[in-house]
């Protein structure tokens, strides 16, 4: 893979970042109905400075992360998340790993993508970042939750207390209850963090496969 020095050091920080926020309570914003994940703001952050490589990377860490996460300290729907999981006669399987690190590789890769096109529209910094934010979050819901009904409808409702018939309403709720407070949130931090970053950062930075 080619790289440079500043390149392999935003990586380090940014990987050093999502670990902190994967373990601790900065990794969530509490809002007045809901606490906001934060854990994919570095992996849209690698996105952009890093390439589509640089943020597959991030986002393949965030989710080895997940799935240490859920099997460590498993919940009622970590099953979803890992393959070492068993709740209520539910066992996690191959699908649980895709569920938990597909979306989060796809993450930095349409980051990376959405930030490119805006720039090739000549959209200002600040707008283009924020844009970015939204799509790096979004995917992280629409992808999770959509795989989750995918690949674990049943026994997923069962787990929450949904009907089966009513699943799919109750993962659109999600995708509005949660998924649109922590896009604005994700644009606002992209924007600020990327602001300041970017004098730090100069160059193409992108990581590539030989």
């Known amino acids: 893979m080619k790289t440079n020095t500043k390149a392999l050091t935003l990586l380090g920080v940014l990987l050093a970042v999502e670990i902190l926020l994967s373990y601790t309570p900065l990794g969530f914003i509490p809002l007045p109905f809901m606490n906001a994940t934060t854990t994919h703001i570095p992996v849209i952050i690698g996105g952009v400075f890093l390439g589509p490589v640089g943020g597959g990377i991030l986002g393949l860490a965030f989710g080895l992360l997940s799935i240490l996460r859920a099997t460590m300290a498993p919940t009622l729907t970590s099953f ?3 393959p070492f999981v068993s709740i209520g006669g539910v066992d996690g399987n191959f699908w649980s790993v895709v569920i938990a ?12 993508y959405a930030y490119a096109l805006c720039k090739k529209y000549k959209v200002k910094d600040m707008l283009a970042y924020a844009v970015t934010g939204i799509v790096g979050s979004l995917t992280n819901t629409i992808f999770v939750m959509g795989l989750i009904y995918v690949c674990f409808g049943e026994p997923y409702a069962a787990a929450v207390g949904v009907e089966a018939a009513a699943l799919f309403g109750f993962i659109m709720g999600i995708v509005g209850m949660n998924g649109v407070p922590e896009a604005i949130i994700a644009a606002i931090i992209v924007s600020m ?18």
């Open 80 to 82: 979803v998340f890992s």
């Open 101 to 112: 690190i597909v979306p989060r590789i796809l993450i930095g890769v349409l980051s990376y």
């Open 193 to 210: 963090l990327c602001k300041i970053l970017k004098p730090l950062f100069k160059g193409d930075l992108r990581l590539r496969f030989r």
